[in-house]
């Protein structure tokens, strides 16, 4: 295909929406021109069942829930009055607190004001508040951002000292629906440990950030914190980055968070077109759809050219993957869906995998993110005429160019600049495209049944170490093989399990038990120290 081809597809398939500065040119995905003829059938039901998303439907069955995160920037298309005002009372709380906390109305004890703040979380809880904090956040602001979003103790240490004694003036954030997630219990367990190591009261530091009724909503009753807010059962943690839980850290940040929900908003407009060809979302979808063949034959690599939208592919993994990776479709039917998400920033990805990405196994589409403001105010010259972002947009055209070169396909969306308003419309317009997307291929977007059962399996071996700890206090000094105390703790098909949970409590001189070495790693002995 010749330039001149190159150029007319381009001008027959992109979409431009230049109230909003965004652009979106799918012309290189080698779409059939009678694409939205053949899909046309396809293409209503899914436009159909989003109306009916947003008009109330109960979308997760396996919970009876609505699904509304598009309610969150469009109050008044709420399916009860009761839902709107929330939202509209959470915003303006959210707000309001934030600036209470700029203006030190709200501080912590012994301090004029907090200047730093720590986000506890795990999956969307964490995911979409780093992702903005990130990607709009200024070392200017008026707070320094710390994420704890995972149960890893060394992680957790790394954070902790990283604050160290700005502890005092340290806000936490705890976000859990049920209050119950593991990982982001422990996270607050952690800090409040190190809250009390200081001196300090964990409470006066805390706000939350859950479901009403939660665990988590209980100890902030009883203990006094700050404040509380809500996280509503019809909102999931992957598309919670516009409620309380991205708006509140973005606020305290000095992000603009009405300007993120502005640029969703604005975003949830032009995707509600029932027009395909001019519904960014939809055409989204339709080149998932036709890259994959319709069952996720295809990665998505995704390659923002800003280091400010670095952290776009590890938010759009949980996006596409936790809604998409089904292995039932609607019917009950075994379909094993979904699309494999990954990537790093561009020009990086150039001296990292785009070697295979161009001449390797073309098992993938390429999606870049295009950025036109390099940044505030002028640019020095690097060569006569050139500056830096001339390099990081001539990078990104030439990869773009030299990928389609070598037969891979590839999708550009193009944004003004990094702002709130741009990264909210990028937000809200993946959010919809893995809609639809799910409605093509007949899965549900909204239901989460893998994740469950990584949460019972985890449960499980819990109970197990249990066991075996309890098995080694009653076999006293004589201890036992990996074999042996799995036997003795009711369980001798889980000796592969005992066998590595044996190995790490061994490894951590504080949980008290003690390794022998045998003939094979299989022959130690384990015992407990007394």
Same mark, same amino acid.
């Given at each position: 295909?010749?330039?001149?081809?190159?150029?007319?597809?381009?001008?027959?398939?992109?979409?431009?929406?230049?109230?909003?500065?965004?652009?979106?040119?799918?012309?290189?995905?080698?779409?059939?021109?009678?694409?939205?003829?053949?899909?046309?059938?396809?293409?209503?039901?899914?436009?159909?069942?989003?109306?009916?998303?947003?008009?109330?439907?109960?979308?997760?069955?396996?919970?009876?829930?609505?699904?509304?995160?598009?309610?969150?920037?469009?109050?008044?298309?709420?399916?009860?009055?009761?839902?709107?005002?929330?939202?509209?009372?959470?915003?303006?709380?959210?707000?309001?607190?934030?600036?209470?906390?700029?203006?030190?109305?709200?501080?912590?004890?012994?301090?004029?004001?907090?200047?730093?703040?720590?986000?506890?979380?795990?999956?969307?809880?964490?995911?979409?508040?780093?992702?903005?904090?990130?990607?709009?956040?200024?070392?200017?602001?008026?707070?320094?951002?710390?994420?704890?979003?995972?149960?890893?103790?060394?992680?957790?240490?790394?954070?902790?000292?990283?604050?160290?004694?700005?502890?005092?003036?340290?806000?936490?954030?705890?976000?859990?629906?049920?209050?119950?997630?593991?990982?982001?219990?422990?996270?607050?367990?952690?800090?409040?440990?190190?809250?009390?190591?200081?001196?300090?009261?964990?409470?006066?530091?805390?706000? !939350? @950030?859950?479901?009403?009724? +939660? =665990? $988590?909503?209980? *100890?902030? #009753?009883?203990?006094?914190?700050?404040?509380?807010?809500? &996280?509503?059962?019809?909102?999931?943690?992957?598309?919670?980055?516009?409620? !309380? @839980?991205?708006?509140?850290? +973005? =606020? $305290?940040?000095? *992000?603009? #968070?009405?300007?993120?929900?502005?640029?969703?908003?604005? &975003?949830?407009?032009?995707?509600?077109?029932?027009?395909?060809?001019?519904?960014?979302?939809?055409?989204?979808?339709?080149?998932?759809?036709?890259?994959?063949?319709?069952?996720?034959?295809?990665?998505?690599?995704?390659?923002?050219?800003?280091?400010?939208?670095?952290?776009?592919?590890?938010?759009?993994?949980?996006?596409?993957?936790?809604?998409?990776?089904?292995?039932?479709?609607?019917?009950?039917?075994?379909?094993?869906?979904?699309?494999?998400?990954?990537?790093?920033?561009?020009?990086?990805?150039?001296?990292?995998?785009?070697?295979?990405?161009?001449?390797?196994?073309?098992?993938?589409?390429?999606?870049?993110?295009?950025?036109?403001?390099?940044?505030?105010?002028?640019?020095?010259?690097?060569?006569?005429?050139?500056?830096?972002?001339?390099?990081?947009?001539?990078?990104?055209?030439?990869?773009?160019?030299?990928?389609?070169?070598?037969?891979?396909?590839?999708?550009?969306?193009?944004?003004?600049?990094?702002?709130?308003?741009?990264?909210?419309?990028?937000?809200?317009?993946?959010?919809?495209?893995?809609?639809?997307?799910?409605?093509?291929?007949?899965?549900?977007?909204?239901?989460?049944?893998?994740?469950?059962?990584?949460?019972?399996?985890?449960?499980?071996?819990?109970?197990?170490?249990?066991?075996?700890?309890?098995?080694?206090?009653?076999?006293?000094?004589?201890?036992?093989?990996?074999?042996?105390?799995?036997?003795?703790?009711?369980?001798?098909?889980?000796?592969?399990?005992?066998?590595?949970?044996?190995?790490?409590?061994?490894?951590?001189?504080?949980?008290?038990?003690?390794?022998?070495?045998?003939?094979?790693?299989?022959?130690?002995?384990?015992?407990?120290?007394?």
């Amino acid at each position: 295909m010749d330039g001149r081809d190159l150029w007319d597809r381009y001008r027959a398939w992109l979409f431009d929406a230049p109230g909003l500065g965004f652009r979106l040119d799918v012309s290189r995905m080698g779409l059939p021109a009678d694409l939205l003829r053949t899909m046309d059938g396809p293409v209503a039901r899914a436009l159909d069942a989003m109306d009916a998303l947003e008009a109330g439907a109960v979308a997760n069955p396996d919970e009876r829930r609505m699904v509304g995160h598009y309610w969150l920037r469009a109050p008044e298309l709420a399916p009860s009055p009761d839902i709107a005002d929330a939202i509209r009372r959470t915003e303006a709380k959210v707000l309001h607190f934030s600036a209470r906390v700029h203006e030190g109305r709200v501080r912590p004890p012994g301090a004029d004001r907090f200047t730093r703040l720590l986000v506890i979380g795990i999956g969307g809880s964490a995911l979409g508040p780093q992702f903005l904090a990130d990607a709009l956040g200024s070392p200017t602001g008026p707070m320094t951002p710390h994420f704890l979003d995972n149960t890893d103790p060394d992680g957790i240490d790394r954070v902790l000292a990283s604050i160290g004694r700005e502890l005092d003036r340290t806000l936490s954030v705890v976000i859990s629906k049920s209050g119950g997630t593991p990982e982001t219990r422990n996270g607050m367990l952690e800090a409040a440990a190190a809250y009390r190591g200081l001196g300090l009261e964990f409470a006066r530091h805390a706000v !939350a @950030v859950t479901g009403e009724g +939660s =665990a $988590l909503g209980r *100890i902030a #009753a009883e203990q006094g914190f700050l404040e509380r807010f809500p &996280m509503w059962d019809w909102v999931g943690g992957r598309t919670s980055a516009t409620s !309380a @839980v991205g708006l509140l850290p +973005s =606020a $305290l940040l000095g *992000i603009d #968070a009405k300007g993120i929900l502005s640029g969703a908003a604005e &975003m949830d407009g032009l995707t509600r077109s029932r027009q395909a060809s001019k519904n960014p979302a939809m055409l989204l979808a339709l080149s998932w759809h036709h890259a994959g063949d319709g069952r996720g034959a295809r990665d998505m690599v995704v390659l923002p050219y800003k280091d400010r939208l670095a952290l776009l592919g590890r938010y759009l993994q949980q996006l596409v993957m936790e809604s998409l990776g089904k292995g039932r479709d609607l019917d009950g039917r075994e379909v094993r869906q979904g699309i494999a998400v990954y990537g790093n920033k561009g020009s990086t990805d150039q001296h990292a995998y785009v070697q295979q990405l161009r001449e390797g196994v073309p098992n993938f589409f390429a999606t870049f993110v295009e950025v036109l403001r390099d940044r505030e105010g002028e640019s020095l010259e690097v060569e006569p005429g050139v500056t830096s972002g001339d390099y990081l947009g001539g990078f990104l055209l030439g990869t773009r160019r030299a990928l389609h070169e070598s037969g891979r396909p590839s999708i550009t969306i193009t944004v003004p600049d990094a702002s709130p308003r741009s990264v909210g419309a990028l937000i809200a317009l993946f959010e919809r495209a893995v809609g639809f997307y799910a409605s093509l291929v007949r899965v549900n977007a909204y239901d989460q049944p893998g994740v469950e059962a990584g949460k019972r399996a985890a449960a499980a071996v819990l109970e197990l170490q249990r066991k075996l700890l309890a098995a080694l206090r009653a076999r006293g000094p004589a201890g036992g093989t990996a074999e042996e105390l799995a036997e003795a703790a009711g369980s001798p098909e889980e000796a592969e399990t005992a066998f590595r949970l044996l190995e790490r409590l061994s490894a951590n001189p504080g949980r008290k038990v003690v390794r022998a070495p045998g003939s094979s790693p299989f022959d130690a002995v384990y015992r407990l120290r007394s």
